[in-house]
Structures are given as C-alpha cells and as structure tokens.
C-alpha cells in the first residue's frame, strides 16, 4: 500500500482529485512500488513558473515539476520510502492537451507517470520519443489506458 496526499496551491483543489490518487496508486503498482508517501501538488502557471525559475533557471511555466527527496523512514517498525513532490500545472496541461491534439485526461495520466518515473529514477536528456524512459512512460499509460482520472 502507498500514501497519497495531494493539494493544491493557487487554484482550487479539483472535484477529481480521489480519482487521481486511484491512479497513481495503479501507476505505483504497476512498477511494483509499495510503501511510497508521494506528495502532489496541482498548480497554476504562476506557481509553477516561479518554481521554474529559482530550481531550474528557467523562466517560464511548464507542466510538471518533480523534487526527488528519496529518504525513507521508519514509522512504527515499517519502512516507508518518501519519493518527492510532484506539482503539475493545469494551466499547462490544459494547453499542451490542446497541442497535442489528446484529452486533459490523457494528459494528466501521462504527466503523472512522468513525474513518478522521474521520482523513481529514470531521466531523459530530451523529449524525443526513442528516449527510453519516454518509450517506458508510454507502455505505462496505454496498460492503464481504461482508467479515467478527469471525468
């Protein structure tokens, strides 16, 4: 089993939100991650820009940001892996739901593998779709093509 929390800063907290922690914690099972206490934070643009700027000196918004801690605690003799924050920008999701001619749903079920992928580990040095990780995150969301975060 693995922790959620999810909230929200600069906008409010979607009506979805339940949902979006039923996939997650599909997404955390199809890698076989158990006793992960992830942290996911949906954003406006400005929260997300400015976030941008100081960690990675760029300024401009972008869809999704992901802090890895990677510590693990002990919690009353279990041993619970804190991966990082996520935070996504639904600002941005939305318009790159618009370029990329998909759904906002779609899109988000892609940005949250993304952001657990990198959390786990995995890095690509570009967008390009022979990137293996980018290969990765799109097996992941076609096997959970049939789940629906935003309805």
């Known amino acids: 089993m693995n922790r959620v929390e999810i909230s929200a800063k600069g906008i409010?907290?979607?009506?979805?939100?339940?949902?979006?922690?039923?996939?997650?914690?599909?997404?955390?099972?199809?890698?076989?991650?158990?006793?992960w206490d992830l942290s996911?934070?949906?954003?406006n643009n400005a929260c997300i820009r400015d976030l941008n700027r100081r960690f990675r000196d760029k300024d401009e918004a972008t869809d999704i940001l992901s802090f890895?801690?990677?510590?693990?605690?002990?919690e009353d003799g279990e041993i619970w892996f804190l991966p990082g924050d996520l935070l996504i920008s639904l600002e941005t999701l939305k318009e790159n739901a618009q370029y990329f001619a998909v759904s906002e749903d779609?899109?988000?079920?892609?940005?949250?593998?993304?952001?657990?992928?990198?959390?786990s580990g995995f890095d690509h040095a570009s967008n390009a779709?022979?990137?293996p990780m980018l290969q990765f995150q799109e097996t992941i969301v076609a096997e959970l093509a049939g789940e629906r975060v935003i309805p």
């Open 12 to 35: 409010e907290l979607p009506l979805w939100v339940d949902n979006a922690e039923v996939f997650i914690q599909k997404a955390l099972a199809y890698l076989k991650q158990d006793k």
């Open 40 to 43: 996911l934070v949906f954003c």
């Open 68 to 74: 890895p801690l990677g510590e693990s605690i002990n």
């Open 106 to 119: 779609e899109e988000l079920r892609r940005l949250l593998v993304h952001g657990i992928l990198h959390l």
């Open 129 to 131: 779709e022979t990137e």
